[in-house]
T-cell receptor, first 114, second 115 residues
Framework: AQKVTQAQTEISVVEKEDVTLDCVYETRDTTYYLFWYKQPPSGELVFLIRRNSFDEQNEISGRYSWNFQKSTSSFNFTITASQVVDSAVYFCALTRTGANNLFFGTGTRLTVIP | GAGVSQSPSNKVTEKGKDVELRCDPISGHTALYWYRQSLGQGLEFLIYFQGNSAPDKSGLPSDRFSAERTGGSVSTLTIQRTQQEDSAVYLC?????????????FGPGTRLLVL
């Protein structure tokens, strides 16, 4: 069975602080893909990153960075120098071999206070 | 180019009525997905299409829910005899193919309220 756990339901930070959103997953597959999506107040899910299970390189994109560790089944997301525009719900998701649908975590609501 | 579009953006209906929700995927995307986002259930998969075929309907919650896709493009999700528990945001996504490594791009959703 597949499961994605985002233990942090809500996080509040003050602008310019760094924040890390945790994601822990469970799967028996050796090949799988992990995703992060952002859902701003407008409601539309915005794709942020995709990572396959064979690529454990960390990735940085501007203020965003992702730390994938298979040993701990985690795919954490860090926002550096947070901004008010980062306020949103962030979802971690997983697809597995032979299945096409995304398994989503329950999301983490991030509020950045000016 | 244009993203995934959905209509209507909001729908209010009375219990027992039928509703149709429409999704226009990104041009050229062969795979199309429907998800439901509700307070109690989070984001849950409903059905996906590869072309006009629906290989996986496992997420449809009951036989009141059905979906079709025509011309490998537009898809319609139909809910018959709506119930209050159907109230949710219905999200559509598309991807270039149905391979699991493909990124799914989401539309803005249809917010359904059943009174």
């Amino acid at each position: 069975a597949q499961k994605v756990t985002q233990a942090q339901t809500e996080i509040s930070v003050v602008e310019k602080e760094d924040v890390t959103l945790d994601c822990v997953y469970e799967t028996r597959d050796t090949t799988y893909y992990l995703f992060w999506y952002k859902q701003p107040p407008s409601g539309e899910l915005v794709f942020l990153i995709r990572r396959n299970s064979f690529d454990e390189q960390n990735e940085i994109s501007g203020r965003y960075s992702w730390n994938f560790q298979k040993s701990t089944s985690s795919f954490n997301f860090t926002i550096t120098a947070s901004q008010v525009v980062d306020s949103a719900v962030y979802f971690c998701a997983l697809t597995r071999t032979g299945a096409n649908n995304l398994f989503f975590g329950t999301g983490t609501r991030l509020t950045v206070i000016p | 180019g244009a993203g995934v579009s959905q209509s209507p953006s909001n729908k209010v209906t009375e219990k027992g009525k039928d509703v149709e929700l429409r999704c226009d995927p990104i041009s050229g995307h062969t795979a199309l997905y429907w998800y439901r986002q509700s307070l109690g259930q989070g984001l849950e998969f409903l059905i996906y299409f590869q072309g006009n075929s629906a290989p996986d309907k496992s997420g449809l919650p009951s036989d009141r829910f059905s979906a079709e896709r025509t011309g490998g493009s537009v898809s319609t999700l139909t809910i018959q005899r709506t119930q209050q528990e159907d109230s949710a945001v219905y999200l559509c996504a598309s991807s270039p193919s149905s391979r699991n490594q493909e990124t799914q791009y989401f539309g803005p959703g249809t917010r359904l309220l059943v009174l």
